[in-house]
């Protein structure tokens, strides 16, 4: 795959950075995939071409990238090697400040074999600093999370500036960030350390941020070693106006139409065998013929990476 390269779908201008957004709710970019327990790579899940145009999105989502990978390990798992006994499954990760599209590690992220993975680009909103605690997905406790939007309330204050807000300080703390993803992620945890499976722990979690924040974006990808869940919650439907000038700017004035959407679509071996799904938000060619359907919003899908069998509720 080329890196760093220009692209006909996404025309660069020099100098080009869209840091300063000051308190207007961006939105990142997300995508993941689990299937039945088999190691399959990003290229192919989605095919080269939507590999290239989905990497093409961070020239805009540039504000650094991450990936949350779960391979089904090649050694005999649980065997005795002199130290820990070998795992069960492989996880690799990886975050950085640099855009996908100029770092050469997303290609070789997107080669690697996983029976589930989380990929995001980030936008950075409501002026959450571009540091490395902050970038996503983040990781605790066996969970990978990465969230698509901003919490904040009408005047663009940002729940990190909010000290009312309850929350566990030794769980946000063990997410190792410092953003309202952060925050979000740490009620998840709570939920899950109280014993609520993952799709409940999430859907909980949504309501009580929801009950202070409730026009907020908490679309989502959160992954165990069981699952993958994702969620669409997204309390505005309109495309903010400066969005759509961004994207006109960048010659993709197309993809801002659909800029709060998430679809999914089924994983087919070559026998045409369901094996698995990949989901994802919207900034690239997704087209209903090839077998992409959109998550209704307040709608949550669950996929184990075991059986790449899913379900989708309503929250």
Request: glycine share 8%; proline share 4%; with cysteine.
């Amino acid at each position: 795959m080329p890196s760093a390269r220009r692209s006909e779908h996404v025309p660069l201008r020099k100098g080009s950075r869209l840091l300063h957004l000051g308190a207007m709710r961006i939105m990142c970019r997300l995508l993941g995939y689990a299937t039945d327990g088999r190691n399959l790579s990003l290229e192919e899940v989605l095919g080269h071409e939507a590999v290239v145009e989905f990497r093409e999105i961070s020239r805009i989502h540039n504000d650094g990238w991450g990936a949350a990978l779960l391979a089904a390990t090649q050694d005999e798992p649980f065997s005795k090697d002199g130290g820990a006994p070998s795992p069960e499954t492989e996880n690799r990760y990886y975050r950085s400040t640099v855009e996908a599209a100029l770092d050469p590690a997303f290609e070789a992220f997107a080669r690697q074999p996983a029976r589930g993975a989380i990929f995001h680009l980030r936008l950075a909103s409501s002026n959450i600093p571009l540091i490395m605690e902050n970038q996503q997905p983040f990781y605790s406790s066996g969970i990978a999370f990465s969230h698509n939007g901003d919490i904040s309330d009408d005047d663009g204050r940002n729940i990190v500036q909010n000290s009312d807000f309850p929350i566990d300080k030794e769980l946000f703390l063990s997410t190792g960030g410092k953003s309202d993803t952060a925050m979000y992620f740490s009620i998840v945890l709570q939920e899950l350390s109280e014993g609520y499976p993952l799709e409940q722990a999430v859907s909980q979690a949504i309501g009580k941020l929801r009950k202070v924040y409730p026009k907020s974006s908490y679309n989502c990808l959160i992954q165990s070693r069981d699952q993958l869940v994702c969620v669409r919650a997204s309390g505005r439907v309109e495309i903010p106006p400066r969005i759509s000038e961004i994207y006109k700017e960048y010659g993709v004035e197309k993809h801002a139409l659909d800029y709060r959407a998430i679809r999914y679509r089924e994983i087919k071996d070559k026998q045409d065998k369901q094996v698995g799904v990949v989901v994802s938000s919207s900034g690239y060619t997704q087209r209903a013929e090839d077998g992409w359907v959109e998550l209704q919003n307040n709608e949550l899908i669950s996929i184990s990476n075991r059986t790449g069998e899913y379900s989708i509720r309503s929250l």
